[in-house]
């Protein structure tokens, strides 16, 4: 979603901007704008991507911000795009959330002579700050930001001085902190060429910045923020030679696993308070919420614990059991749904973790405590590294807890990582690249990797695809199936075998073409399937996890072959940040 970044030093900041954005391209946008003090406020706004305007952009300055938009309030246009200025055209803001109140803040602008130029809930920031300055930037922020209802995180600049203001709340912003130079920006990504320094400002923070430091203000005190280290190497977020980051992302799933699943261990005493949980809801979305899904079925099967998974976005319609350990599950950490569910859980007096990707993302500051997956930036907005390391943390849990009963199948998951994703679905991707509708079909753990493939499938081809419970097919999608409707099944020796053979012929039967993803040397599975694809003879619980991994490039090689942008899929965001 909307992505911002500001700089403020001794290079020219258009141009560190328009690298920053570069970088927060992977969330998602449709259009995007730079503003620089130069030394009156000029503007830049284009739509579609970066790369396409780069050479046009020729803005001067040392001071600028940049944003890209993710369209919520107004459709994508160069008119929609931030940043925004008031009525003088002295001040520029950019802002990542949503102003809830936009509309009777906009009428009452209105009455009192401001005139508007976009859709947009944005461009009530610039004219309300416009009301109040005086020459002192910070103050006139200050006095404005109690009228905002709804998240946001902001940057402001003015003509009148090198600064730029910041304010956080309910949006990520991370200030970077180089050598007579400051960066601002939605994540660390865009700050990584220039500092590892980095202060996350807290929700209710007022950052100004000018040539001379930084303050940061929290209500009418100035206070001090811890300053942190980047993690992340600068070479982690490029491509590295493949064709797009979610092939590289791919193969980095084995490091990434074995990394993941090594590090649970560091927290005993929450692997303890886990293990003594009643009950456990996790709350997640998307991918995360798939990964959730698999855990589940771990904690249940393997520990005996009850565990459910509540789509974050739902959570708040369901009552939260009495001392519940609720886990929220997120990459990015800034999921505007799980972090919503997570405070509510915390409110009714859940004990409450985290699983993320990004430290100090936002939910790491909802959560008592947070357990980190090891898988690096993800910058595909398809999730594929970070679902297998959210898998890697899950399964060491479910083994710690229960006293090593996954040890055989995590070492066989690490072992035939890197073989299947060498795995040739070539004749897969011919079977399913022209359909209308694909069904994904698994039992037990491969019920979530038939949700997981499917969701693939449909972010990055563009086809749609449904995962089932096998057992669900005849309570409705068996109308769906013809010559025309092509099945991906997980079929896995195990206890789910022999009901999802039956239920293999009973979709050809209804003359459905089948992908079957099954054990090597099962030539039961193999006669029947139109394109076999063939895994290592492990358990089932390794091969569902495998079965996962060969369904991402089947969805990569599908997109790869319809050319869609595989990284960029359209309509979606990496970070979902509004409800
Ligand atoms: C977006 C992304 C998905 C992701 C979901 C949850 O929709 O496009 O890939 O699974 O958000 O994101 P999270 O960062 O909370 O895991």
Not at 45 to 61: F, P, R, V, W, Y
Not at 201 to 213: F, K, Q, R
Request: glycine share 8%.
């Amino acid at each position: 979603m909307c992505g911002i970044v500001g700089y403020l030093g001794y290079r020219q900041a258009a141009e560190v901007c328009m690298e920053g954005l570069l970088r927060l391209e992977y969330r998602g946008y449709d259009s995007f704008g730079i503003a620089t003090v130069s030394p009156e406020i000029t503007l830049f706004k284009e739509t579609g991507k970066i790369s396409a305007a780069k050479d046009s952009i020729h803005l001067n300055g040392t001071c600028g911000i940049g944003h890209t938009r993710w369209a919520t309030h107004g459709v994508p246009s160069k008119t929609n795009a931030h940043p925004f200025t008031d009525c003088t055209g002295k001040l520029a803001v950019v802002h990542n959330g949503i102003i809830e109140n936009y509309a009777q803040l906009k009428r009452e602008l209105e009455e009192r002579g401001h005139t508007f130029v976009s859709e947009t809930d944005t461009e009530v920031i610039p004219h309300l700050i416009e009301e109040q300055y005086a020459g002192n930037l910070c103050e006139a922020v200050a006095k404005i930001l109690p009228l905002l209802e709804g998240a946001y995180a902001i940057l402001v600049i003015t003509e009148d001085t090198q600064e730029i203001v910041a304010a956080r709340k309910g949006s990520p912003l991370v200030l970077g902190i180089g050598d007579n130079e400051y960066i601002f920006a939605s994540d660390g990504l865009p700050i990584l060429d220039y500092t590892r320094r980095v202060i996350y400002l807290e929700d209710g923070d007022l950052a100004d910045v000018t040539p001379a430091g930084y303050t940061i203000y929290h209500g009418a005190e100035v206070v001090e923020r811890k300053t942190a280290v980047l993690e992340w190497d600068a070479a982690d977020i490029r491509k590295g030679g493949f064709a797009h980051y979610m092939l590289k992302e791919m193969y980095e799933q084995p490091e990434v696993f074995s990394n993941t699943a090594s590090s649970i261990a560091e927290n005993p005493s929450l692997l303890c308070r886990l293990r003594d949980a009643r009950s456990i809801t996790i709350v997640a979305c998307g991918t995360s919420a798939n990964a959730a899904t698999v855990f589940a079925y771990l904690m249940e099967t393997v520990c005996g614990i009850p565990t459910r998974v509540v789509l974050a976005s739902e959570f708040k319609y369901y009552p939260t059991p009495k001392n519940d350990v609720v886990i929220a599950v997120s990459q990015s950490g800034e999921t505007a749904d799980t972090i919503a569910a997570l405070k509510i859980a915390k409110e009714k007096g859940a004990k409450t973790f985290c699983l993320t990707n990004v430290l100090g993302s936002s939910l790491t500051r909802t959560a008592e405590t947070t357990f980190y997956t090891r898988a690096g930036p993800e910058v595909s907005v398809a999730a594929t590294k970070s679902f297998t390391a959210q898998v890697a943390a899950f399964m060491e849990m479910v083994n710690i807890i229960s006293g090593g009963k996954l040890t055989e199948d995590i070492a066989e998951i690490q072992r035939y990582l890197p073989e299947v994703l060498e795995y040739d679905v070539d004749a897969a991707v011919e079977l399913v690249k022209d359909a209308a509708t694909l069904l994904y079909v698994g039992r037990g753990l491969s019920y979530p990797i038939a949700l997981e493939g499917a969701l693939k499938m449909k972010e990055i081809s563009y086809i749609h695809a449904e995962g089932y419970a096998a057992g669900e097919l005849k309570h409705g999608p068996f109308a769906l199936l013809s010559e025309s409707t092509p099945v991906v099944a997980v079929c896995l020796s195990g206890i789910t075998y022999p009901v999802m053979m039956s239920n293999l012929k009973e979709m050809k039967a209804r003359c459905a073409p089948e992908i079957v993803l099954g054990n090597a040397g099962d030539l039961d599975a193999e006669e029947i399937a139109d394109v076999f694809i063939p895994l290592p003879k492990v358990s089932e619980i390794a091969g569902s996890i495998l079965a996962s991994v060969v369904l991402q490039m089947l969805a990569y090689k599908t997109a790869v072959s319809l050319g869609t942008d595989v990284d960029m899929p359209r309509n979606l965001a990496k970070s979902v940040t509004v409800e």
